[in-house]
């Protein structure tokens, strides 16, 4: 029977020691979310600003096929 109870008091002897452990990891995994979330909402924009180029480079061509086709008198 004591034997029993020194297990279960060295078992929450422990208790607070891995509760701070939990807590450094859980703080860690937050702080690699909000890193990755921020990554996300970069790579969004940047996205868009392909977006905006490419859908500008096509205006352009199309501006100069028109061009050639009146050069052309197609």
Do not use: F
Not at 2 to 26: H, Y
Not at 29 to 54: D, P
Request: glycine share 2%; net charge positive; proline share 1%.
């Amino acid at each position: 029977m004591k034997a029993t109870i020194d297990r279960r008091k060295s078992i929450l002897v422990q208790i607070p020691d891995v509760i701070r452990q939990k807590k450094q990891e859980l703080l860690a995994k937050v702080k690699e979310s909000r890193t990755i979330c921020g990554s996300l909402e970069n790579a969004s924009e940047i996205a868009e600003e392909y977006k905006h180029k490419v859908a500008e480079a096509n205006a352009i061509r199309l501006a100069i096929l028109k061009v050639i086709q009146d050069i052309l008198g197609l």
